[in-house]
């Protein structure tokens, strides 16, 4: 057994030699590091006042070079402190922080475990509320009731009211529903939800959508700033937005990065603080941060197809109605959303219905602080028009309405052109109202 250790020991010998030079003896040292050993000696070589070493050697002591480095690399020009003790056979490295594998500070996430199995039964959730009093006696019962599978969810809701006058039941919402989360994607039909989040529109009919917000929250879908510095020696890592911390970790000697998630929204004074074992503290990054949830981060994208008749009573769905809405994170200032939606109109001398549609321009947001845009994303001044409003630096925001008959455009177009005039007659009358002010206040 010790012959066959033996043997292994000198073919590695002789295999990690062969980059040896000739003429050049090697040396079998074992490298300490921080004032610990390695267990296995490594093979370097002298040439005049230079020691090298294999790029895997380099990489085996814990060093990071390029992915395609093959060439022998002398100490010297890695930065390396090399001292060689005879005595013992051994090499005493100082390594360079910034050559050594990153770390990263991030807050303990609770991972995404495996899907529950549907739990059998029904599940019935109920609210009463009741009103007593010499006028009015009244009671009102609602409900909500689910049954879920390997088909997805069941639900539906109402409420039954009863009065003086008699009792009544209001239907709510009645819809299937499947999630699936590997791919990010909810299939919808029923009563479903459609639209931008502002102004939804409730459809009987149809939705499919992939919604990584909604299936995915532990991740985040907006651009996350990049922190990150070098400890000299073992240090902790603090990170302060606005003067109050957010995050906080021990890292070794090298290069690290922190997990900018845990910034909140909106502009903040961003400062990454690392202190050493004797309590000194050095502020290594001072920059300031706008994180905006309502961007996609860099190739995420999101989609939305809906169609059905829209609904506009308990149990009455009327003309048809469809919605697409699709939304693609160019970069970590811009993201690009395109709203197009439909609604059919019945006429009474016409059986049939005729759909309309109308697609909007594609809407530009952009984070505060971004490089403006230039071409077709150019923006324009700020101005009152009837299909959208423009303002600096943020593109322009697409008008999201369904095609509507002329008659009802026309008095919408009057309705925004009054608007607009009493806007500016105010801002004239607030001018000559101060103008005497503004006037004493100059230089």
């Known amino acids: 057994m010790r012959g066959r250790a033996l043997a292994l020991v000198l073919l590695a010998a002789s295999s990690a030699s062969a980059a040896v030079p000739d003429g050049v003896a090697p040396a079998f040292l074992v490298p300490v590091i921080g004032g610990k050993a390695k267990a296995d000696p490594l093979t370097f070589w002298q040439q005049g006042d230079q020691w090298f070493a294999e790029p895997a050697t380099w990489r085996e002591v814990g060093l990071q070079l390029p992915p395609g480095q093959t060439e022998p690399m002398s100490a010297q020009a890695l930065g390396l402190g090399f001292v060689v003790d005879e005595a013992t056979a051994t090499v005493a490295l100082d390594l360079p922080a910034d050559r050594l594998k990153a770390q990263r500070v991030a807050r303990d996430r609770t991972e995404r475990g495996p899907i529950a199995p549907p739990a059998p039964g029904v599940l019935v959730n109920y609210s009463v509320a009741g009103m007593l009093s010499e006028q009015q006696q009244a009671l009102s019962l609602g409900h ?160 939305e197809v809906a169609a059905g008749r829209v609904r506009q009573g308990e149990s009455d769905y009327g003309t048809l109605g469809a919605t697409v809405t699709v939304a693609w994170g160019h970069d970590g200032a811009w993201h690009l959303r395109n709203v197009g939606s439909g609604i059919g109109h019945f006429h009474a001398r016409r059986p049939t219905p005729g759909l309309g549609l109308r697609l909007p321009r594609p809407e530009v947001w952009r984070a505060p602080g971004a490089p403006a845009p230039t071409g077709l994303l150019a923006p324009s001044r700020p101005r009152c028009v009837g299909g959208g409003a423009a303002h600096p630096g943020l593109g322009l925001l697409a008008a999201h309405a369904p095609v509507v008959p002329s008659g009802q455009l026309f008095r919408r177009a009057h309705a925004t052109l009054s608007h607009c005039l009493r806007r500016r007659r105010a801002h004239l009358a607030w001018q000559r109202a101060h103008r005497g002010r503004l006037r004493l206040a100059g230089p």
């Not at 989040?197 to 995915?216: F, M």
């Not at 070098?230 to 070794?252: I, K, S």
């Not at 845990?262 to 202190?275: I, M, P």
Request: proline share 8%; aromatic share 6%.
């Open 144 to 303: 909500e009731v689910r049954k879920a599978g390997r088909w997805g969810v069941i639900s539906t809701s109402g409420q039954v009211n009863t009065d003086a006058s008699g009792a009544g039941y209001v239907r709510g919402v009645t819809r299937w529903q499947k999630d699936d989360p590997n791919r990010l994607v909810t299939y919808q039909a029923g009563d479903v939800f459609a639209g931008p989040s502002s102004s939804p529109v409730n459809l009987g009919g149809v939705r499919v959508a992939k919604d990584p917000r909604a299936l995915d929250p532990l991740t985040p879908t907006y651009p996350v700033p990049m922190l990150g510095g070098v400890a000299l020696d073992p240090a902790t890592v603090e990170v302060l937005a606005n003067r109050a911390r957010v995050l906080q970790g021990r890292v070794g000697k090298g290069p690290f990065t922190a997990d900018g998630s845990a910034l909140g929204t909106g502009a903040q004074q961003t400062q990454v603080v690392v202190g050493d074992p004797y309590g000194r503290e050095t502020v290594v990054s001072d920059q300031r941060f706008y994180v905006a949830p309502t961007l996609l981060r860099q190739g995420l994208s999101t989609w």
